[in-house]
């Protein structure tokens, strides 16, 4: 091809046999290249999310009075408490018996749990199972 030194012309003049890169064709505008046809992706990093999660789904409180439990996990910006007695609830199971409970179900001042801490708390049910809210640390 005339003007393509050995095919080292990258796009230099713009004249690399005729293959101008980055120009003319809009590749890649209005394609989500690798999201499949529904444009959902593949899931890759999701592990096990099944339904919704977090703090911010609609709540129904399933306790009249608070009840206590031993903090198993601490995460950051959520963790896990294992109830004193065993909640007698279908969706019990679904976590071992623990119960979510986020930064955000904290009340009193404090921002996080310490593991294995006593602490008094409501439990809700949500589409994700049951948690731990109004939560007061020892």
């Known amino acids: 091809a005339p003007g393509a030194k050995g095919g080292q012309d990258w796009g230099g003049n713009g004249k690399a046999g005729g293959k101008d890169w980055g120009k003319g064709k809009d590749w ?34 399933i306790t009249a009075e608070p009840v206590t439990g031993t903090v198993s996990e ?22 071992m018996g623990n119960l979510y409970v986020s930064t955000t179900d904290l009340v009193g001042g404090i921002t996080e749990l310490t593991p294995g801490a006593l602490c008094q708390f409501h439990i809700f049910l949500d589409a994700s199972g049951l948690g731990a809210e109004e939560c007061m640390g020892s």
């Open 28 to 61: 890649g505008k209005g394609k989500d290249w690798g999201k499949g046809k529904d444009g959902k992706g593949k899931g890759k990093g999701k592990g096990k999310r099944k339904g919704p999660s977090g703090p911010g789904l609609p709540r129904e409180r």
């Open 74 to 95: 601490w995460r950051g910006k959520y963790g896990w408490i294992t109830p004193t007695v065993p909640v007698e609830h279908e969706q019990a199971a679904k976590r």
